[in-house]
């Protein structure tokens, strides 16, 4: 059985890109707590609200409960679930899945084949990290789900992967994206101008897809910012966005009560975008379209001053 394959075809609600990583997020923790302790199982009463915290932080805006991926993951596979009258999901209702003791693990099959491949584990991580999440929140995103990278075999993915729309871990990133972005933003974060160079060379300025390149976005000018790192990280957790007009969107949902939060958060909302500079396009409105809908969180706070003239 080719458990990449599986773990790529997860039957997920999806449509004009819409993210619905309730799964992965969940097949993502299953595999932190096998590497813990490959025999344990997780009671879905003790890591409830674990996993709900993970949807409200990874997931869209939109809130939903883990009971669906906890029930519906089953179907796929790769997860068991018993309760304490036996095998056996008894179905998506909280009150249920709490009351009878549901706990779900990886199913024996996979767990099988993670004891005799010790490195597929890091392989399954991997794509389902590359295939639904933008590498910026990778290392967060394994922290908080208690998944060590370094302690799993992480060597490519390897073998056919399937077909249909054409996958993450399949296509080639464009290496000169980078140098193209930066390039058209004259080597600042458009968002605040932060301009840092050592030497010759930028540092702690990165080319961020606004479009996630995991969800067909391209490689193009048109779908790239030049960002700092923290604007960056912000922008892709759904923080930061990029509104009609290209302003600056700051989520109402962030709290920020330092003056290094007000000054480098706060302060820019409704703020112009810096560059890109004359003869190149701007983001692509239906890029802009896609982050506001599926990443940014909330709805936008007020301009934190009037809007000066672009």
């Given amino acids: 059985m080719d458990w990449l ?58 809130s939903t409960t883990p009971a669906y991926p906890f029930h519906h ?12 009258q036996g095998p056996g999901s008894p179905g998506t209702r909280v009150g249920v899945l709490r009351s009878s003791g549901a706990a779900g693990r ?46 799993a075999d992480t060597e490519g993915v390897t073998g056919a992967l399937p077909g249909g729309r054409e996958r993450a871990a399949r296509r080639q990133r464009d290496r000169r994206m980078r140098e193209l972005v930066l390039t058209a933003y004259e080597f600042q974060c ?8 050592l030497g010759t060379s930028a540092v702690g ?24 790192s923290l604007h960056h990280k912000l922008f892709d957790k759904g923080v930061l966005g990029l509104g009609e007009g290209h302003r600056v969107l700051v989520s109402r949902r962030f709290v920020g009560r330092g003056e290094a939060s007000r000054q480098q958060v706060l302060a820019l909302a ?26 940014f969180h909330g709805e936008p706070r007020e301009s934190a001053s009037p809007p000066s003239a672009v």
């Fill in 5 to 62: 394959e599986r773990v790529a075809k997860l039957r997920r609600w999806t449509g004009n890109g819409v993210r619905a990583p309730h799964k992965p997020l969940l097949l993502l923790y299953a595999l932190g707590g096998y590497q813990r302790d490959a025999d344990g199982e997780l009671r879905y009463s003790a890591v409830e609200e674990e996993l709900k915290l993970l949807l409200e932080e990874y997931g869209p805006s939109h």
């Fill in 73 to 84: 993951l089953v179907s796929d596979g790769v997860w068991e679930v018993r309760t304490d």
């Fill in 106 to 151: 990886l199913a024996p099959e996979l767990r099988a084949a993670l004891r005799k491949e010790p490195a597929l584990l890091g392989r399954l991580a991997r794509v389902l990290l590359d295939f639904h999440f933008p590498p910026s929140l990778h290392t967060d995103l394994c922290e908080a789900v208690g998944f060590d990278l370094d302690l």
């Fill in 190 to 197: 458009a968002f605040c101008g932060y301009d840092g160079m």
């Fill in 205 to 228: 300025l990165e080319a961020a897809h606004v479009r996630w390149w995991s969800f067909e976005g391209p490689d193009e000018v048109d779908n790239g910012l030049c960002l700092c």
């Fill in 270 to 295: 409704g703020r112009p975008v810096i560059g890109p500079q004359q003869g190149v396009l701007p983001v692509a409105d239906r890029h802009r379209k896609w982050h506001a809908e599926q990443v």
